[in-house]
C-alpha cells in the first residue's frame, strides 16, 4: 500500500518546499510510491485523517500555525520538522529577542515605525491570524519524530530521508546531513 | 622531565611529566571534541566538551586542563560522555542566538561543525533568545555577541599573543560578555592594534571582519600558531 504523505508551510519562506522540488527526477519514482494527500503545492483545503508522515516547514508563528500543527498530530503517525526554521525556529524566532510582547512590536517596527504612507497596523478578525506572543519550533509545540536540518535542506539530504522512511526504516541522518543553515 | 606512562582508550602510552591529556591524546592519533582550545595559546576549559573520564575519578575531566599522572587511565568515549557533549552543544546554541543560516560563519564555523559531528539534531531546551548587541564601531572589524559563546579564546590571543589587552571578560553567568577597554566601543578603544588576532581566534561568526555577509567568514588559525612559534621555537617555517 502506498504511504500517504503530506507537507505543510507554516511560518517559512518556502525555500524547504523549492529544495523538495529540486528532488528532479527522484520526484517521478517517489509519485509511485506515496498518495500525496495534503501539501501547498496541491488544492487541498482540509488536512486529511490518517497520514503515515507529514513533513512540516516553517517554525510555529501565529495561531493558526498552531491550530493546523495540532491537527497534524491527530492525523498523522509520523511527523519530520522539515528544516532550520521547523527545527530551530530560525529565522521568524528572531523577533522573540524584542522581548515579551514582541509580537506587538514587531508589527509596530514593519507597519508603523518603517511605514511611508498610511500607518498602520494590520487587523482583519477571523481572517488575519494573530502573532503568538512567542515564535518555537515545532517540537515545542507538538511531539515530532523526526528532524530535517538544513536552510534548507539540501534535495539530496531530503531524498535520504525520504528513501529511508519508505523502506520502513527508522530515518537516521549523520554527519553534515544534520548541518543547520 | 620524568616521562609519564598512561592509557587512553586501552591504547599504551607516555609522554612527558606536565603535559595535558589533550596534548597526549592528539599526539597518539584520537580527536576529541574541543572548542575553547587553540593551538598557540594556553588552555582554561571553558567550554567542556573536551571532558573525559578517568578511572577512580567520580567526576568528568577537561581533556585540555588536566595534567597526565603516572597509571592513569582515560576514556575518550562512552555513552555518558556523548550524553553530556551533545548536552553541553544543546545549551550552547540555547543560550544566545545562534541562526546558522543568517551567519557570516556558516559553513566555516567550528560549533556549528561539532554539532553536526555529534549527532546533534535539534535542541531540546527552550531557547532563551536573549537580546545582545553588534558592535560594528571598529573600523576594520565586528563584534556579534549574538554569536559568541564566552570560550575567550579573542581575550587570550589579544593579551598573550599580541599583548594588548584590548578584549576581556566582564559580568559573570549568562550574562557574562566580552568587551573592549573599560566596557566601551570597540572603535573607541586606544589600545587595540587593528591587528585582527581576535578575528582569526573566533571559533563562531562572533567577531567579523567589515563588510563580509553570510558565509564569507573564514579563518586561517595555523597563522596564529606560526607567530607563537616562531617566536617561542625560533621556527620561522609553517
Known amino acids: 500500500m502506498k504511504l500517504r504523505v503530506a507537507t505543510v508551510w507554516l511560518g517559512g519562506c518556502s ?30 483545503k482540509e488536512y486529511p485523517k490518517n497520514v503515515d508522515v507529514c513533513l512540516i516547514e516553517g ?24 528544516g532550520d526554521c521547523a527545527v530551530t525556529g530560525n529565522v521568524p524566532a528572531i523577533r522573540n529577542q524584542l522581548g515579551l510582547s514582541n509580537d506587538e512590536n514587531v508589527l509596530q517596527r514593519a507597519y508603523i515605525e518603517n511605514a511611508q504612507d498610511n500607518s498602520s497596523l494590520p487587523k482583519a478578525e477571523g481572517i488575519l491570524p494573530l502573532l503568538l506572543k512567542r515564535v518555537v519550533p515545532v517540537h515545542e509545540a507538538v511531539y515530532v519524530e523526526y528532524f530535517l536540518p538544513g536552510c534548507p535542506p539540501p534535495a539530496g539530504r ?12 527508522t530515518p537516521k541522518l549523520e554527519g553534515t546531513q544534520l548541518k543547520f543553515g | 622531565m620524568a616521562a609519564k606512562t598512561l592509557t587512553i582508550d586501552g591504547k599504551q602510552v607516555s609522554a612527558e611529566e606536565g603535559a595535558t591529556i589533550l596534548e597526549v591524546a592528539t599526539d597518539a592519533g584520537i580527536k576529541l571534541p574541543t572548542l575553547c582550545h587553540l593551538d598557540g595559546v594556553y588552555d582554561v ?10 578511572a577512580g575519578i567520580g567526576k568528568l ?24 557533549r551533545r548536552m553541553t552543544l544543546e545549551l550552547l546554541f540555547a543560550e544566545r542566538n545562534h541562526v546558522c543560516a543568517v551567519c557570516v560563519a556558516n559553513g566555516h564555523c567550528e560549533l556549528q561543525t561539532l554539532a553536526y559531528s555529534q549527532g546533534m539534531d535539534h535542541v531540546r531546551y527552550d531557547y532563551s ?26 581575550v587570550r590571543v589579544c593579551w598573550h599573543i599580541e599583548g594588548a589587552g584590548t578584549k576581556n571578560v566582564s ?36 567577531l567579523f571582519y567589515q563588510g563580509s555577509t553570510v558565509s564569507e567568514m573564514e579563518r586561517d588559525r595555523t597563522k596564529l600558531e606560526f607567530i607563537v612559534n616562531a617566536r617561542e621555537k625560533k621556527q620561522w617555517l609553517p
Open chain 1, 15 to 44: 525555500g524547504c518546499h523549492m529544495s523538495f522540488l529540486d528532488l528532479d527526477e527522484f520526484l517521478i519514482e517517489l509519485a509511485g510510491k506515496i498518495d500525496l494527500v495534503y501539501s501547498p503545492i496541491m488544492d487541498v
Open chain 1, 59 to 82: 517554525a510555529v508563528c501565529n495561531e493558526d500555525n498552531l491550530e493546523i500543527l495540532h491537527t497534524i498530530r491527530e492525523r498523522t503517525k509520523v511527523l519530520v520538522s522539515f
Open chain 1, 158 to 169: 531530503i531524498k535520504a530521508l525520504m528513501v529511508q522512511v519508505l523502506g520502513g526504516q
Open chain 2, 45 to 54: 576549559g571553558a567550554c567542556r566538551l573536551c571532558l573525559v573520564e578517568v
Open chain 2, 61 to 84: 575531566l577537561p581533556a585540555c586542563t588536566t595534567k597526565i599522572s603516572e597509571g592513569m587511565d582515560v576514556k575518550t568515549d562512552s555513552e555518558r560522555l556523548r550524553k553530556y
Open chain 2, 129 to 154: 533568545t536573549p537580546k545582545w548587541s553588534v558592535d560594528a564601531t571598529h573600523r576594520l572589524f565586528g563584534m556579534d555577541h549574538n554569536r559568541c559563546i564566552l570560550c575567550a579564546r579573542c
Open chain 2, 171 to 206: 559580568g559573570r553567568g549568562a550574562k557574562a560578555t566580552i568587551i573592549s577597554d573599560l566596557n566601551q566601543p570597540w572603535g573607541d578603544s586606544e589600545t587595540c592594534t587593528a591587528c585582527g588576532k581576535c578575528v582569526m581566534s573566533c571559533p563562531t561568526g562572533a
